[in-house]
């Protein structure tokens, strides 16, 4: 097992989308991320059933980092309740997961 994250959010555009990536790959909180674009997203909300299409961020980061990345994403995010969902890395590529470390900010 390693310390490293896949951590899943989505938003409501592609701006946001981009605005969000770039701000935790700036901060070193996330090495990479993805942007997935129009996805369709079925949810409840406030007792209605909602369809949306949607921009799925998937960001590469540390587990250390994730009390970091949550705080910023629900700062940044515009949505009231934003999806944040840490998945583990179980195993890897060596030199991707090095690499992850490299441009990830230092543990605390």
């Known amino acids: 097992m390693t310390d490293k994250i ?3 959010t989505t938003c409501d555009s592609e701006e946001q ?11 070193r ?7 997935v674009p129009r996805t ?3 949810y409840r909300w406030k007792d209605n059933i ?21 705080a910023e994403i629900e700062i940044i995010h515009g949505y009231e ?3 944040l969902i840490a998945l583990p890395i179980i195993d890897g ?3 991707y997961l090095n ?4 441009e990830l900010k230092a543990a605390e």
């Open 6 to 8: 896949v951590v899943l």
């Open 17 to 27: 989308a981009a605005r969000i990536a770039r701000r935790l790959v700036e901060q």
């Open 29 to 35: 909180l996330a090495a990479c991320v993805n942007i």
């Open 40 to 42: 369709t997203s079925v």
């Open 50 to 70: 909602e369809s949306t299409e949607e921009w799925l961020l998937i960001v590469k980061s540390r587990r250390q980092l994730f009390p970091l990345l949550r």
């Open 81 to 83: 309740v934003p999806e």
């Open 93 to 95: 590529a060596e030199a």
């Open 99 to 102: 690499w992850m470390d490299d």
